[in-house]
């Protein structure tokens, strides 16, 4: 029988007559013995014991146990010196780059409007706190994930309330990522007329049906990689896009007569205050998607060893990726939000994009927003279509079906043109 995503990815080491909640817990953390397996033809054709991390590991709720490329230290799965293919402060660098772009994205348009809408000490209040937050959530996440062996959010939720919970987590996650990519889709059909007046192409036809084809040709094909590490390239232009639309606000912010706030905020309905400026930063600093593969490719990075410093080494070089990068967007979101209230005051629009379209010197920095949108896509897309993938299979009790890559491939090509659609 065809082996399914999820045991490709979590390799079963519970018998049939064990619960899954018994084997998870007589597990020992840094320690995890994994039997021998059958090489079998999983559902992505990839017949290997080899590092294919993806996106986020996906499993449905009766596969939760811990992948053996990522955790087994066993001597016979511990990685050779020449395994190793880069060094670790390559990877340190890696991990920091796409865990950042795992975070800037649509929400990043919205971090300038929460600066107009609050007290500023309430927005940089606010700011601090949940950046610092969804870091240690984000750094939890990781803990609990070698604690207990678990590597996803429906796993968790079998192992703490059950089948039905899980369920529910799962769909919950499916609607949250959707909206994110949909959101992505939205700023890149509103960028439409922009770019299609910026290349110098005069056409009768609606910019959108020219520029939405040119991005799943240019974008989908990212989102079918199996290997994370394989987006770095991706995360190092998003990067640059972010920190260049940061500099270029600044920058003209330095340079212009400050705007009048005609009306500055108060401390009327604080609480209903905080709760939205919140809620937007809470959307700017998610990280989990994906923290959990980026810790297993730096512990792949890393000197291998059956000790449990390995471990706790790359725990530590993780928990500090985590914090740095949250302190990064903290220090960025901060000097981000403050110039672009001072270059628009109270004009400023939920969307600063609204606010660039009516200045010439700004439409640079608007293509570097549409570079850090298209390529923190496929980071949220990797998730989607496994979630998706593995959320059928379970609520159909399908999981031994064998589903080939170009038949997956052709179904998220069909799940992008769709939203595409709808957008």
Do not use: W
């Not at 998730?383 to 009790?397: K, N, T």
Request: aromatic content about 8%; proline content about 6%.
């Amino acid at each position: 029988m065809a082996t399914p995503e999820g045991e490709r990815l979590l390799p079963t080491t519970a018998r049939p007559s064990q619960g899954v909640y018994d084997a998870l817990h007589q597990a020992k953390p840094y320690a995890v013995a994994v039997p021998a397996t059958a090489r079998q033809k999983t559902m992505c054709t990839c017949e290997c014991t080899c590092a294919c991390e993806r996106g986020v590991p996906i499993i449905t709720s009766i596969h939760l146990h811990t992948p053996t490329h990522q955790h087994s230290l066993s001597p016979s799965n511990a990685l050779s010196p020449e395994d190793t293919s880069v060094s670790v402060p390559f990877a340190v660098v890696m991990t920091f780059m796409t865990l950042f772009m795992s975070v800037v994205g649509a929400g990043m348009l919205s971090i300038p409007f929460t600066f107009a809408s609050a007290p500023i000490s309430v927005v940089m209040m606010s700011l601090l706190a949940v950046g610092l937050g969804m870091g240690y959530t984000a750094e939890l996440l990781v803990r609990v994930h070698i604690a207990t062996n678990v590597s996803t959010f429906n796993g968790l939720a079998e192992v703490a309330f059950g089948s039905v919970v899980s369920k529910i987590v799962s769909a919950t996650t499916i609607f949250a990522i959707l909206g994110a990519c949909v959101g992505c889709i939205e700023i890149v059909t509103d960028l439409s007329p922009f770019l299609v007046h910026f290349v110098g192409i005069e056409t009768l036809y609606n910019p959108t049906v020219i520029v939405l084809p040119v991005f799943i040709v240019a974008v989908y094909p990212l989102t079918l990689l199996k290997n994370i590490t394989a987006l770095r390239f991706s995360s190092y232009v998003g990067f640059v896009a972010s920190i260049y639309l940061v500099v270029a606000v600044t920058v003209r912010a330095a340079s212009s007569t400050p705007a009048a706030i005609v009306d500055p905020p108060t401390y009327d309905d604080l609480p209903l205050k905080i709760a939205h400026v919140a809620s937007v930063f809470n959307y700017a600093f998610v990280s989990h998607l994906n923290v959990i593969p980026l810790y297993a490719n730096l512990r792949h990075a890393m000197q291998p060893s059956v000790q449990p410093s390995t471990a706790l080494s790359a725990l530590s070089l993780m928990r500090g990726v985590i914090y740095t990068m949250s302190i990064f967007c903290i220090v960025m979101y901060a000097v981000f939000g403050t110039h672009a209230l001072t270059l628009y005051g109270s004009h400023i629009q939920g969307n600063i994009l609204l606010n660039l379209e009516n200045d010439r010197v700004m439409e640079f920095p608007r293509l570097a927003v549409l570079v850090t949108i298209l390529f923190s896509f496929p980071l949220l897309f990797h998730p989607f279509m496994l979630l998706v993938e593995s959320f059928a299979l379970q609520c159909m009790g399908s999981e031994g079906v064998y589903v080939s890559r170009r038949v997956k491939a052709m179904q998220s090509l069909v799940r992008v043109v769709y939203r595409c659609r709808v957008v």
